[in-house]
């Protein structure tokens, strides 16, 4: 399980449990696995997509751009929306 906040300068967008994230980072797309390694990533414009733990639905967040932080199971997203896909 992943313990996911995904902020932006307006405030909190997100605070949930994941079993896996999805990333478009500035090097190609990525997705985030429990037991992940440490990770800190530059963010492009795309879509971060998580789907909850517990069998939820899945979300999808278009951004402009941003970063990630990734440790211990938490992954932590400072973001830019993108107000043409959110």
Known sequence: M??????????????TTAAKVSFPGEAGAFTV?????????????????????????EHRLGIAGGFVRVLRDEVEACVEVNDEKY
């Open 2 to 15: 992943l313990r996911l906040v995904i902020v932006s300068p307006s405030g909190e967008l997100s605070r």
């Open 33 to 57: 696995l429990p037991g992940h390694a440490p990770l800190v990533s530059g963010l492009a414009a795309g879509e971060i997509v998580y789907a909850e733990y517990d069998g939820g639905e």
